[in-house]
Every structure is written in C-alpha cells, then in structure tokens.
C-alpha cells in the first residue's frame, strides 16, 4: 500500500528549503496525524539531533511512523559531500550518513543521499566522481543492509548536480551496485526538469524506486502546478510500488494548507479501499 509523507525541517540554514514544517516537531506531528497522513521525513542537523528530538513519543502519540531522514545537512553546514577532493572529507561524509543509518534502524526508516553526493569538477573529473560516489554507496548500501534499513540516492536537477540527473540513467548505475539495500528516490520536482515523460521514466525504473517525493512543478504541493499526477500514479501502479509518496515542498501558502492539498492529492491519486 502507498503511504503519505510530510517533510519537517529542523535545520536553519535550510530554512527557505522545500519543507512543509519548520522547527516545531511536535507541532508539526500533531498537524500531520490531524490531517490523516501516515508518517513524516525528517531534515535535521544530525544523528543526534534526532536522537534528542524525543521523536519517537511523537510519533508514536500521533500514530505516526517515520519514512526517512534526510543528510543534506552534512552539505549545508559542514560541505560534506561523498565525491570530495580530500579523503578526509569523504570519510566524514560517510561517519554522517553512516550515523543517520543507526538512528534510521531504530525506527525502520530509510536514509535519503541527496546533495551530500556533491559534483564532478576539474579537481575530480567525471569518471573519478562516479567512481567515489558508486564506492560510498556500496559501503553504506551494505551497513543498510545490516541494519535492516534501505539507502535512497536521489537524482537531483541540473542545476543541483552535475552526476546523474535522470531517473534510468541513475537506475542502471544504481543496478550495477548490486547492492538490494540501495534504492532511488524518485523526486517528481527534479523529473519534471530533466524527463520527457515522468511516467515512463518510472516504469523503466521499476522496482529500483524506493521512495518518491510527491510535488508539483513548481515545487508547491501537488496540485499548485501543472503536473498531470493520473500517469504517475498509474505508473507507480504498475511497478508495485508500495512506499511513501512525501510531500518535500514548499509551505505555499503556508505549512498547513500546503500539507492539506497534499493530502487532497494523495486521496483522489491514490484511494484506499474502504473495509
């Protein structure tokens, strides 16, 4: 069965970012449960952060679980990425993910590498970066495996990235991992940049797709921009895709009217049979 999601954002510096709530965690959770969704993602500074947020008990008091964390922290604060020039870096860059895994495991959740996988440049050229990347993910992908949690990588825009960019360009280097605990977040803001045909691009991705982040063109919930959602729901229909679709958008116009069209969306996309 596919589940909601709802993005809650703790990081300052990310502030301004695509994130339904901001801050108050237990406000947020408690808005989440009101407005029927199943579970949140979390955007937080670090492993201890969340471990300190006493998130459980909120999840666990709203009926809530959690779907994922997210690192983009590592980047926004201490410019952590898994394809730096310094060994040191990306031995940091994976301690950071690797932390997230142990917190992720206690709440079966997955771990989201979305910026934190950095850029090709000069100093580290195109075929050296992938090679970094596809090292750091093959070592994380067996620690997720043995904690029994999945590691999402997310294909960022243009503009976000310079690696990969489309969905079966990063399926089939994903595949060439071998690793079952390393999926792909699909994100249909980025795939409504970079795709032909967002559906399409689905199907070809099939089972490699481990989570989606569920907005509209314009970054705004879905709904507020001019994706067509009936032939990516159809798609992710027909591959069997039974995650969470979360809502990493922007609180247009604000947090919880964001998060209610999100779940308008989600109701009349993806209808759960009445018992």
Not at 11 to 24: H, I, M, Q
Request: aromatic share 8%; with cysteine.
């Amino acid at each position: 069965m596919i589940r909601s999601a709802v993005t809650i954002c703790t990081v300052p510096e990310a502030a301004a970012g695509p994130f339904v709530f901001r801050g108050d965690v237990a406000a947020a959770c408690a808005t989440a449960a009101r407005l029927g969704f199943d579970a949140v993602e979390v955007f937080a500074p670090d492993a201890a952060a969340v471990k300190a947020s006493n998130l459980k008990k909120l999840l666990g008091d709203n009926g809530l679980t959690l779907a994922a964390l997210g690192t983009g922290a590592g980047f926004l604060q201490r410019q952590l990425t898994l394809t730096s020039p310094s060994a040191s870096v990306r031995a940091e860059a994976v301690d950071f993910v690797r932390a997230m895994l142990d917190v992720a495991a206690e709440f079966e959740a997955a771990v989201i590498v979305g910026s934190m996988q950095g850029r090709w440049t000069p100093e580290v050229p195109r075929d050296r970066a992938v090679g970094l990347l596809a090292a750091a993910l093959t070592t994380l992908g067996d620690e997720a495996a043995a904690r029994g949690v999945t590691l999402l990588y997310e294909p960022l825009n243009r503009y976000e990235t310079n690696l990969f960019t489309a969905l079966g360009a990063t399926a089939g280097f994903v595949n060439l991992l071998q690793k079952p605990a390393v999926k792909l977040l699909a994100d249909l803001f980025h795939m409504n940049i970079e795709e032909q045909d967002i559906a399409a691009a689905l199907r070809a991705a099939g089972p490699t797709v481990g989570h989606v982040h569920f907005a509209d063109s314009n970054r705004r919930a879905a709904g507020y921009g001019h994706t067509d959602f009936a032939p990516i729901a159809a798609a992710l229909r027909d591959i069997g895709y039974d995650g969470y679709l979360s809502a990493e958008v922007l609180p247009w116009p604000d947090a919880e009217a964001a998060a209610a069209q999100t779940m308008t969306a989600f109701r009349v996309h993806f209808p759960r049979p009445v018992s």
